[in-house]
């Protein structure tokens, strides 16, 4: 059973991560991945601010949990966790896409503390965290392994290649998220690379499978703790959520997979943030 204190503390962090996204990292008139960054904003938080072993003094601790963001395109989510935890401070946000900055496009280990891996080529994120989990395994650490993957991302042949893999050599330190939004950069995906049934497919090929609300922040604990719990195979979380979560304009819209907002849109998102957020405090009370 999840505590209501820890819900409460989730949810108020995947706020905080939203408000940034919109205030700090994209604002009026920049081209950004707004859909796809607030569909994972209770996930990131779940493990950034309470399931993963990290050290934001020490980014390289070596017993450090490892995340990955296959969908390097929703870096913007990730960059808002990592000031938020102190990884950097939170004035570097408003200089994200800034030529020779510390935050660029997508995730890039070489200028961000905290950053993993270079993702965002889209198909990749699964192998590599495979490769960081069988090392971990060989090197005798504990140590366990979360990545993030897109659900438009699944018609990437690399990651059924990736997930035979793990399957094959029982990662049981690994944890796969599918951020199952249901829109990619041009629209549903049922119109354009529908693969069918998500959740047998991942059964088919040897894992774990958990099917959550991805927006729920007792679900997503519940379902990381399972998947500690399992031996021998590896877990895929499939996270059902809402492209653009929380901004009215954006939800379910792929013009906002990555798109610029207006001066209006970006007033009005300020204010479906607020409000979403004062209707969830009203509900605790």
Known sequence: MVSSELVHKLQEKA?????????????????GHLGGSSSCAEIVAALYFHKMKIDPKSPA???RDRFLLSKGHAALVQYAALAMAGYFPTEELKKVKVLGGMLQGHPDMTSTPGVEANTGSLGQGLSVANGMALGLRLDGKKSKVYVIIGDG??????????AMAAARFKLD??????DRNRVQATGPIVDRFDIGDVAAKWRAFGWNLIEID?????????ALDQADTVKGKPTVIIANTVK??????????AA???????????QI???????LRQQWQEKQI
Do not use: C
């Open 214 to 222: 991805g927006h729920d922040p007792a679900a997503i604990i519940e």
């Open 173 to 178: 330190n690994l944890t796969a998220i599918v």
């Open 244 to 253: 653009g979560k929380g901004i009215s304009f954006a939800e379910h819209n």
């Open 61 to 63: 601790m070596e017993d």
């Open 153 to 162: 991302e699944l018609a990437e042949g690399q990651i059924w290649e990736a």
């Open 256 to 266: 906002f997979h990555n798109g610029a907002m207006t001066a209006e849109q970006y």
């Open 15 to 31: 706020f905080d991560l939203r408000e940034h996204i919109v205030k700090d990292l994209i604002g009026i008139g920049k081209v």
């Open 269 to 275: 998102a300020i204010k479906d943030l607020e409000k």
